[in-house]
């Protein structure tokens, strides 16, 4: 921090920020710091295995997996925001962060959350038109229709993020400097500026009240209409392939969903439970995403048993 003269009075302006770290874990730090590491490593692994496949597997250049691989992306960023520094605040006591590594993960926070809450949408979507209009689908989804709505989630996604973020840093940071959390998020963040905080707060609210709700509103109407038109199908076979491919996206919006409601509609819960649920859409869910989309589907495990055969040295 730095003194700043104005006037007569002397303001400290905050240069950096201390973050305390997940509460009540005194002892516990060796064993997180390995789990959270084993998570983040196979994440980290599993995406760029996934997004490798489906790049070089001609068979899934297909619109589905389009969007599997921009979620990917999404999980690769989204648990890179904050677990390497609450790994380094584990290991070696590492608790300062700048104020631009601070406005950093706030703004990729919602960035990629946002992202991804669009991307479901939009592979929703993308599950509706294959169902509901299966003789269709490929004059839809083609192309540039794809590419469209790919571009459209990070672009809208972008706005909503440098809003959220100019807002926060646009206070003034005067006083303390220390963040009680294991990450910087607006409300820990913004409990520390030193003016009214009435405008950035009822915006956070609305804003990331807003986007999940009608993204939920739309993926339901979207498998309302699945499920209708499954219903009326006559071919059993046809009725399971048709679950089949809507599985692995509902327990993926399910993963979602469930914490971002718990979290921004439920501003009463005690810290205790807000920071493991904090904890498992940062750290976890973009594992299990993984784990989602390749256990139940043959053709991404196809591909990476093709890419590891290409790795293998012919013997």
Request: charged letters at 10%.
């Amino acid at each position: 921090m730095r003194n700043s003269p104005v006037g007569r009075v002397n303001h400290t302006v905050v240069t950096h920020f201390i973050l305390l770290g997940i509460p009540n874990t005194d002892g516990l730090q060796t064993i997180l710091f390995l789990t959270f590491l084993a998570f983040y490593l196979c994440t980290l692994m599993g995406n760029l295995l996934i997004f490798s496949a489906i790049l070089t597997d001609a068979r899934l250049h297909t619109p589905m997996y389009f969007f599997l691989c921009n979620l990917s992306i999404v999980d690769l960023g989204f648990s890179s925001i904050s677990t390497p520094k609450l790994l380094a605040n584990l290991w070696a006591k590492s608790r300062i962060i700048s104020l631009g590594g601070c406005m950093s993960q706030v703004f990729f926070y919602h960035f990629l959350g946002s992202t991804e809450c669009l991307l479901c949408t939009v592979m929703a979507y993308d599950r509706y038109v294959a169902i509901c209009h299966p003789l269709r689908y490929l004059l839809i989804m083609n192309r540039r229709v794809c590419a469209l709505l790919a571009a459209g989630t990070w672009i809208a996604s972008s706005f909503h993020a440098t809003i959220l973020t100019s807002l926060t840093f646009m206070l003034p940071y005067c006083g303390s400097n220390v963040v009680d959390y294991f990450f910087c998020d607006i409300f820990p963040v913004v409990k520390l500026a030193c003016a009214d905080t009435y405008v950035i707060e009822t915006v956070t609210f609305t804003n990331t009240g807003m986007v999940p709700t009608t993204c939920f509103l739309l993926i339901l109407a979207s498998y309302v209409r699945i499920v209708y038109s499954v219903l009326k199908m006559n071919s059993a076979e046809g009725r399971r392939k048709a679950a089949s491919t809507c599985a692995s996206h509902l327990v993926v919006v399910t993963l979602f969903f469930g914490p971002c409601a718990l979290v921004y509609t439920q501003p009463q819960l005690s810290k205790v439970l807000m920071t493991p649920v904090h904890i498992f859409g940062n750290v976890v869910t973009p594992m299990l995403n993984l784990a989602i989309y390749t256990l139940r589907n043959k053709e991404v495990k196809a591909a990476l048993r093709k890419l590891r055969e290409r790795q293998t040295p012919a013997r």
